[in-house]
DNA sequence: TACTTCGGCGCC
DNA sequence: AAAGGGCGCCGAAGTA
């Protein structure tokens, strides 16, 4: 940990007092239904293991290994899949086997996998979340997770024991499962207020690129959209949620974070059919990209450059178009950047933080833009933790952070008067504080009715 | 039995 | 030239 100033000493001291007291005031959890849920689950897991041990596939597993057979095994299933069975598996580990994940076991094709990831993703649940949380509770049914600011590469922090950022939320039904546990204390409810596009906001006050300003100073623009559109080709009405959520996750953050065309390509040409990606008319994707010439992937092998009229080729021509005609201040800064960090063997970020030592460009690049977003949050909660709720004399308690977000137990009648502070503190006082964020910040709010648990978390209109 | 490493996967 | 940043927790498998 290397604070270059006063200021960022204070910002971590105050905020280590912050979330010691996060900490202690916890995060009420329903121990009867984890219990009941460990218990549902576990007959859910069975059912998922008869099933499993029907099909023909778990034949040849025990033929294989006999009294050793073990579902829990990913190395058997490996060697049944790619070795026994002689399929085809597209990547490898760090050590050089097979990787199986749920992608490349989606890959196969096979009935049986339906059964299997659904058996992984249960374990999963039952595991680290239902069994994790509870063995965690105190007492008085309690939830205290620990928020550590030494440990993160990247002055962000980290949360164990459990950890509380890595609660399920994508996945509809393991969500349902985990975020039932938690409630808010009785009369009460949950709130949970994020910045809307932190570490794209906080690159900009990096590389400060006219037009990805213009992206989040004008709501009419849309970046994810944008670029979902050029991927696949389509007209801006034709990009759905889906869609969209596809070019933001593997076009526009694989970039920014250092993956390359190849890899975009690959993911975004699955997705197709993974997620059956259609114009609202039902057309699929690959029908669409057909009639504008695209027939095939590529090979995609990352060797040779793409043939011509490959999905590959296309993709590579939106990234050259993405750095060279729509960001190229940034692209520039990512290489000034770079340049100034061999020179000198460091770095600092906009908050005051040093980063010394070997790093790899890919590093140098992301550690002050994901430093810097969790600094935004963290002295928000300075704030509201260890000033205004005191001095507004409330009873609403911050019960957890995730990065970019805080989550809130408070009564109903304090639920706008929270909402204004948290606008004003997280979106106007931190930009008194810190004059170099050039760019606005704007917050999005979700709230539970009141006495609900997490799980029914909803988008909340703010005035 | 206790510990470490690996591969995998949950979140931002 | 290379090719996804940061965490914590789990079970399996290997080692002491």
């Known amino acids: 940990m290397l604070p270059v100033s006063c200021e960022a000493y204070k910002l971590i001291h105050e905020g280590a007092i912050a979330l010691a007291q996060v900490e202690a005031d916890g995060i009420r959890v329903d121990r009867k239904y984890l219990r009941a849920e460990i218990t549902k689950v576990s007959i859910d897991i069975a059912n998922a293991v008869?099933?499993?041990?029907?099909?023909?596939?778990?034949?040849?597993?025990?033929?294989?290994?006999?009294?050793?057979?073990?579902?829990?095994?990913r190395q058997q299933l490996g060697k049944i899949l790619f070795e026994d069975m002689g399929l085809e598996c597209c990547q490898r580990t760090q050590t050089g086997r097979p990787a199986i994940t749920q992608e490349t076991l989606q890959d196969t094709k096979l009935p049986f996998v339906v059964d299997y990831l659904q058996y992984q993703k249960l374990i999963k649940v039952r595991s680290t979340y239902l069994y994790g949380i509870l063995r965690e509770v105190d007492p008085d049914g309690f939830l205290h997770p620990f928020y550590n600011?030494?440990?993160?590469?990247?002055?962000?922090?980290?949360?164990d024991s459990p950890n509380f950022q890595n609660i399920p939320v994508r996945d509809e039904q393991m969500m349902q499962m985990v975020r039932r546990a938690f409630l808010p204390r009785p009369g009460n409810q949950l709130i949970e207020v994020d910045y809307s596009g932190a570490e794209v906001a906080s690159a900009t006050c990096y590389h400060h690129d006219p037009t990805m300003v213009e992206y989040i100073v004008?709501?009419?623009?849309?970046?994810?959209?944008?670029?979902?559109?050029?991927?696949?080709?389509?007209?801006?009405?034709?990009?759905?949620k889906k869609i969209r959520g596809?070019?933001?996750?593997?076009?526009?953050?694989?970039?920014?974070?250092?993956?390359?065309?190849?890899?975009?390509?690959?993911?975004?040409?699955?997705?197709?059919?993974?997620?059956?990606?259609?114009?609202?008319?039902?057309?699929?994707l690959h029908k669409h990209l057909r009639r504008k010439?695209?027939?095939?992937?590529?090979?995609?092998?990352?060797?040779?450059?793409?043939?011509?009229?490959?999905?590959?080729?296309?993709?590579?021509?939106?990234?050259?178009?993405?750095?060279?005609?729509?960001?190229?201040?940034?692209?520039?800064?990512?290489?000034?950047?770079?340049?100034?960090?061999?020179?000198?063997?460091?770095?600092?970020?906009?908050?005051?933080?040093?980063?010394?030592?070997?790093?790899?460009?890919?590093?140098?690049?992301?550690?002050?833009?994901?430093?810097?977003?969790?600094?935004?949050?963290?002295?928000?909660?300075t704030q509201v933790v260890n000033k205004e709720l005191a001095k507004a004399k409330m009873r609403t308690r911050v019960a957890g952070q995730i990065h970019d977000s805080i989550v809130s137990d408070g009564p109903p009648e304090e639920r706008d008067d929270y909402l204004a502070l948290m606008n004003h503190i997280m979106t106007?006082?931190?930009?008194?504080?810190?004059?170099?964020?050039?760019v606005p910040l704007t917050i999005d709010a979700d709230v539970a009715p009141v006495g609900a648990p997490w799980s029914e978390k909803a988008k909340y209109k703010m005035e």
Not at 57 to 69: E, H, P, T
Not at 272 to 282: F, R, S, T, V, Y
Not at 335 to 358: I, K, M, P, Q
Not at 428 to 437: E, M, P, V
Request: aromatic residues 16%.
């Open 50 to 73: 008869c099933r499993i041990k029907e099909d023909k596939i778990y034949r040849l597993w025990i033929r294989r290994f006999g009294k050793q057979a073990n579902i829990g095994s």
């Open 246 to 284: 596809c070019g933001k996750g593997m076009f526009v953050f694989s970039q920014f974070y250092g993956s390359y065309y190849v890899k975009n390509a690959i993911a975004l040409w699955d997705a197709i059919d993974e997620l059956g990606l259609c114009k609202p008319d039902g057309t699929s």
């Open 428 to 438: 106007k006082a931190i930009r008194d504080h810190w004059t170099w964020i050039d």
């Open 149 to 159: 600011l030494h440990i993160a590469q990247t002055y962000r922090s980290s949360c």
């Open 218 to 240: 004008n709501p009419a623009k849309d970046m994810h959209r944008d670029m979902s559109r050029f991927c696949y080709m389509l007209k801006k009405s034709d990009v759905d």
């Open 293 to 381: 010439g695209i027939r095939e992937r590529g090979a995609c092998t990352g060797g040779e450059p793409p043939a011509p009229k490959t999905f590959e080729a296309h993709i590579k021509a939106v990234e050259d178009y993405f750095w060279n005609d729509l960001f190229p201040v940034y692209a520039q800064w990512k290489r000034d950047w770079y340049a100034e960090y061999l020179r000198t063997a460091s770095f600092e970020t906009l908050t005051g933080f040093r980063f010394e030592g070997a790093l790899d460009r890919k590093k140098v690049i992301n550690y002050p833009i994901q430093g810097t977003a969790f600094h935004w949050l963290l002295w928000s909660l």
